[in-house]
């Protein structure tokens, strides 16, 4: 995977001025977009678009300043129609705008080329496992919530907190099959998994693929496929955030699955009281890469 992420680099550095199709280039660097996507934002601790721009505008503000050709000429070399909408673009990465760098030379906010390399210590093993599942439902109550990568998310907290105390324990009896328990469900994931973006977050349990299901519960219907399952025990959220990163960072490139697309489901297993610690179980749906 690391070196389909460089290359991946590589190809963006080469065609800075155009559109890149990002699924073709998938599809010739052997994976798919979903899981180039996911783990490019993973490691880079951005989008991918946000990447491609940052470096098209590092490499415009150059031309910008050389001034030798006009502002709408050097738009139009990388991919804008107008000199307001390159301006824009210009202004969110440098700060500025095109005509004051000419101007005055700066500042500029430099985006360096990414290269990205693999450290495997392997000195705390991940406890994982694959597990194939036929199709099966999750059932709950859903709400679109912003994603936040660090500490816990206020808005799935009230999510919650606004539920009836009767109904966790209304869901918990209608759980039939893995994963067990009560579950926090994020699906409908922007692939680039970029912090502040839309998620939709589900509070329940999993059923059947047969199983008749409530009027008043969301529904997502999960098909047959591959899961890996990892199990973390520490601080909460901290721990599961931290194994979530790991994930990109030291578990996929080392092993011959890939992410495909679905909802990321965390089981938790036990708890304590004031839930400031947890075991839980992390499943990510996955095939082989």
């Keep these: 995977m690391i070196a389909e992420l460089n290359r991946l680099v590589d190809d963006i550095e080469a065609h800075l001025s155009e559109d890149i199709d990002i699924a073709a280039l998938a599809t010739r660097l052997g994976t798919t977009e979903y899981h180039l996507r996911r783990m490019f934002s993973s490691l880079a601790g951005m989008p991918l678009s946000e990447y491609?721009?940052?470096?098209?505008?590092?490499?415009?503000?150059?031309?910008?300043?050389?001034?030798?050709?006009?502002?709408?000429?050097?738009?139009?070399?990388?991919?804008?129609?107008?000199?307001?909408?390159?301006?824009?673009?210009?202004?969110?990465v440098h700060g500025v705008s095109p005509?004051?760098?000419?101007?005055?030379?700066?500042?500029?906010?430099?985006?360096?080329?990414?290269?990205?390399?693999?450290?495997?210590e392997g000195n705390v093993p991940m406890d994982t496992r694959i597990t194939d599942r036929p199709a099966f439902r999750l059932v709950g109550h859903a709400a679109r919530v912003p994603l936040i990568h660090e500490g816990v998310n206020p808005h799935i907290q009230a999510?919650?907190?606004?539920?009836?105390?009767?109904?966790?324990?209304?869901?918990?009896?209608?759980?039939?099959?893995?994963?067990?328990?009560?579950?926090?469900?994020?699906?409908?994931?922007?692939?680039?998994?970029a912090e502040g973006s839309e998620l939709t977050y589900l509070h329940g349990v999993a059923l059947d693929a047969a199983a008749v299901v409530p009027a008043d519960l969301d529904v997502i219907d999960v098909p047959a496929g591959?899961?890996?399952?990892?199990?973390?025990?520490?601080?909460?959220?901290?721990?599961?955030?931290?194994?979530?990163?790991?994930?990109?960072?030291?578990?996929?490139?080392?092993?011959?699955?890939r992410l495909r697309p679905g909802p990321s489901i965390?089981?938790?297993?036990?708890?304590?009281?004031?839930?400031?610690?947890?075991?839980?179980?992390?499943?990510?749906?996955?095939?082989?890469?």
């Design 52 to 92: 491609t721009r940052r470096r098209r505008m590092t490499v415009a503000a150059a031309d910008v300043v050389d001034g030798g050709d006009r502002l709408l000429d050097v738009a139009v070399r990388y991919g804008y129609g107008s000199t307001e909408a390159f301006g824009r673009a210009f202004r969110a």
């Design 159 to 193: 999510h919650i907190a606004g539920l009836p105390s009767t109904e966790h324990a209304r869901l918990k009896a209608l759980s039939d099959t893995e994963p067990a328990g009560l579950l926090q469900v994020s699906a409908a994931i922007d692939p680039d998994y």
């Design 99 to 120: 005509g004051d760098v000419r101007r005055d030379g700066g500042p500029l906010r430099a985006q360096p080329k990414l290269r990205f390399r693999l450290t495997v």
């Design 226 to 257: 591959a899961w890996a399952v990892f199990r973390t025990s520490g601080p909460y959220p901290s721990a599961l955030q931290s194994t979530w990163a790991a994930t990109a960072a030291e578990w996929f490139p080392s092993n011959p699955w």
């Design 266 to 289: 965390v089981a938790v297993l036990d708890r304590a009281d004031d839930f400031s610690t947890a075991t839980t179980e992390l499943w990510m749906p996955v095939e082989r890469a």
